[in-house]
């Protein structure tokens, strides 16, 4: 754990004159906050899922986006990652990860800093599905005199780039890469699954991506192009595979944290979300049965995944300091710095004066993490403990 | 304008080895532009309709969050702003801006931080809509030896807080606050204007806030307490209002940069919006009809703003670097970092390569501008120029 010298009191405002955070009582709201206990124990559940099934576990740290939470990935020795920015992957590298795969689709302006990052001695691994793109990528691999190695996205379910694996022009495309020196593998990513709803349908969802990397890989080797990696991975399907025969490697990256998307699909418990974000109340509109707070959607960021699910949580669910839910109540409307709390299912709106805490659990970890700097970190709660010690603050790594 | 000795080549990667940005066709993509140009109109259109009007204009520098912006709204003597973070006021103290009203409602921990900027001498106007918040700022007012300008929220359109003017506690508060020496004014915000469609509806929301501002004032007063500022406005009836007679100061924050939320309720044209976020194609789908690109939710945000308007603008248009609208084409979807673009209204998907560079007009400029450090500023677009040149780059103020 990297505890810095002197852990800001609040990164939002470090000149603040407000005493040092001992507890979620302390930092000026709103705040994100990540019980590590929480995360640890999503972390052992997915690498022991890995290990049983015999994979490489290749997290995609665009969740955190923390080397402080990307250190309890590992034992000391930095492990595969799998990054959404060519920032994540320089900040990576400077913290001594050295086998990244930049998961977006690769395009001729950000070939500099992949080859920078090939220079230094990083495994960079990038991503396409046209001629065009392997062309250009093997191109600048003869120019430079280094290898980039990139891998084919295969599509497995429609979700967004990638090509089927009957695609005509795959073989082409492998040999375009193999030729240069730079034919690595292929990947792909079941999108789709965020919308598998249930134990049996993310089996299947694993099942297909797992079928349709391996067909694509397969296909490759039978035109005589040696295929290294065969990675596969989502949240929903990294813990619904049963069988990854064929597969060399398996991603994640919400898992670290969840959220409530995560557990309406039923791939976690509400007790596993790991982040949340701290408020206060500001104000009552009994009139319409709101309790107003200071954390709006700058803070939860404006997703509202759960939307599309059987139980829409609007932008939230709540919970006291100490992590217990406060039964029925949402977050419901969000301005940009103002929060609507309302009762929902016949539950009486708590009684919680102007100054009170709360804690917003998030649809979507990923994007709500993007709001914040970083996270005030507390280590599991007890029972009798209304506000949890602060035990650090972990930064997040930002931009492109 | 505040032009850094050394401008960030890109502020998300400050170590990055690219060359120094020149053009739109430079800094590496995802990154946010603001086009000065239509920005100091969109500026001079507010200010000339809040002088015909007699009113002070109280600028809300949320969605800017910029010193380098707020620069624009006035002519070297700082202006009265709003604010909606600590954060925010305390940047725009050390900025040199000494009338600052902070519109969230307070609350007790927040009070050290008010109380420091009063005693740096800055007028710092604090919201409030309940005895308890009254009761807690008087105290710390008498405790302090300073008063805390204090507003007092009014409600007009049942949006999210305040008291409606015929609240039965309304005097009393008011009361506490002036027995204090705390009593400044009365605030409000037409909140639910943002669905007002039309320039008709948007007349009637301005007088509504208008007159329920007044009301309140005069209900005050008649209880023999003075009330100072009667303060209005939203961007929608800031830009509808036709008498503001009895209120001293309009409020607006959006208009600086607009959107296409604005441009559905008529309040701007879509030419008017000077913000954008500059994307690069990685990807095509011709089997779907899609165009990938390196532009997803992390630099949009994930706001859906259009959704509730007649005509859906998915997560943005598309127009080239040099402005011109791409017809029929819209950001349909959007991953963590990637997008989705395709053609509606049997427009033709237009061929465009892989690196190809386009920018999106956002749904909601405050979500949008919140996902970056700062903005790549050009000042105007010509015909002839594909890559309109980069003057500056203006940094944002976050956290909270």
């Known amino acids: 754990m990297n505890t810095p010298a002197n ?10 004159p407000v005493p040092p955070a001992r507890t979620l009582a302390d930092p000026d709201t709103p705040f994100a906050v990540v019980d590590g206990a929480v995360m640890r124990r999503n972390i052992a559940r997915l690498k022991d899922r890995a290990d049983r099934l015999a994979v490489t576990l290749r997290p995609h740290v665009k969740t955190a986006k923390s080397l402080d939470v990307a250190s309890f990935l590992h034992t000391g020795t930095p492990c595969p990652v799998t990054v959404s920015t060519l920032a994540e992957a320089e900040a990576f590298a400077d913290g001594g990860y050295s086998d990244i795969t930049y998961a977006v689709g690769i395009e001729p302006h950000k070939l500099p800093r992949v080859i920078a990052l090939l220079r230094r001695g990083v495994t960079l691994r990038v991503l396409l599905d046209s001629t065009e793109q392997a062309t250009f990528v093997a191109e600048a691999a003869r120019r430079a005199g280094i290898p980039v190695p990139a891998q084919l996205e295969i599509d497995c379910d429609g979700h967004r780039g990638g090509l089927r694996p009957d695609a005509p022009g795959l073989v082409a495309i492998g040999r375009i890469l193999h030729d240069a020196g730079c034919l690595d593998g292929v990947l792909t990513h079941a999108g789709e ?115 599309a699910q059987a139980q829409d949580q609007g932008y939230g669910l709540v919970a006291d300091l100490a992590g217990n839910l406060v039964p029925g109540l949402v977050m419901t409307a969000a301005s940009q710095e103002h929060g609507t709390l309302a009762a929902r299912d016949g539950a009486v709106l708590p009684d919680l004066p102007v100054g009170a805490r709360l804690r917003i659990l998030p649809n979507h970890a990923c994007a709500t993490a993007a709001q914040h700097r970083g996270y005030h970190v507390i280590d599991g709660t007890r029972p009798n403990d209304p506000a949890p010690g602060i035990e650090t603050f972990w930064e997040r790594v930002t931009g492109w």
Chains 1, 2 share one sequence.
């Open 7 to 16: 852990p800001p009191v609040n990164a939002h405002e470090s000149t603040s």
């Open 193 to 307: 699954s965020y919308f598998a709803h249930g134990a049996e349908e993310q089996r299947l969802a694993a099942k297909n991506e797992r079928d349709t990397a391996v067909a694509a890989a397969e296909r490759l080797r039978a035109a005589g192009l040696p295929v290294n990696v065969v990675s596969v991975g989502s949240t929903p399907t990294a813990h619904a595979a049963e069988d990854l025969t064929g597969v060399t490697e398996l991603r994640a990256g919400n898992y670290v944290f969840f959220d409530l998307v995560m557990a309406g699909l039923g791939v976690c418990r509400v007790d596993d979300i790991a982040l949340s974000v701290v408020v206060t109340v500001i104000g009552h509109r009994p009139e319409h049965g709101w309790i107003m707070t200071d954390g709006g959607w700058m803070a939860m960021s404006r997703d509202r995944g759960t939307a």
